[in-house]
């Protein structure tokens, strides 16, 4: 691979600017100063330091995306905005969100290219948790709550596996909570919240499995995984 390619892949900046800083003498390979940006490495073997940092050529991606409402979660669609839309330096990486939410839902999604750690995070076997931030027209009383804990019927096969729910507020037509499932049915805490007599006016996800919405992230911007929110993610696919 030429060596202003494999900058380029690490996002270091466009080609020009990176063809520009190998000339000034800023890029090293296998400790060496490299002055020729079709300089042919070898991506796997060699080592590149850029500004005297070292730069491992990735080419497995993980991105944490605050999503805005108004956008579908798919990765193509005739007539949405797509929330990979919001991703337009991460394009031609054959990216894909982890899961759905629905286009009026906000908060964590996880965008990735490796398919192994998707495939693990939405398995049903695996009962990952997701906690989603909830506002509700309508009260849930003790038995609502009982019924959201214990499993719900909302028309499918089965019920709903046992959810958490914790009650952060509660007026008298109106109440806010913290929901946390372990499943991914479509609709699935509208729905529920429908069978309990209530119905969801705004819904965010803030987790899923080890990962947390940064809350610094401004809602329709997305930042790479720190090193260990992905070997906490990797860990739990892997159990
Ligand atoms: N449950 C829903 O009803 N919608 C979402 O977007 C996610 C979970």
Request: proline share 4%.
């Amino acid at each position: 691979m030429r060596l202003d390619k494999y900058l380029c892949d690490m996002q270091l900046g466009t080609r020009s600017q990176i063809r520009e800083a190998v000339k000034k003498g800023l890029v090293t390979v296998n400790g060496g100063l490299v002055k020729t940006p079709d300089f042919k490495l070898d991506e796997k073997k060699d080592t590149v330091t850029y500004m005297g940092e070292a730069v491992a050529y990735q080419t497995l991606y993980y991105y944490m995306l605050h999503k805005p409402a108004g956008y579908v979660t798919a990765t193509q669609d005739s007539r949405e905005p797509t929330v990979m839309e919001l991703l337009p330096h991460a394009s031609g990486k054959a990216l894909s969100p982890v899961g759905r939410l629905d286009k009026d839902t906000e908060g964590l999604l996880l965008i990735t290219n490796d398919g192994e750690l998707a495939h693990n995070l939405l398995s049903p076997k695996k009962h990952v948790a997701k906690t989603y931030y909830v506002e509700c027209d309508g009260r849930l009383d003790q038995d609502a709550v009982a019924r959201l804990e214990r499993g719900v019927d909302i028309g499918d096969e089965t019920p709903t596996l046992p959810a958490k729910v914790h009650l952060t507020a509660q007026s008298k037509n109106a109440c806010r909570m913290e929901l946390t499932i372990t499943e991914g049915r479509f609709h699935q805490v509208k729905r529920m919240v429908q069978a309990v007599g209530a119905t969801v006016t705004y819904l965010k996800r803030l987790s899923m499995g080890t990962l947390t919405l940064d809350e610094s992230l401004e809602k329709g911007c997305y930042r790479p995984l720190t090193e260990k929110e992905l070997a906490d993610l990797k860990r739990l696919g892997q159990t």
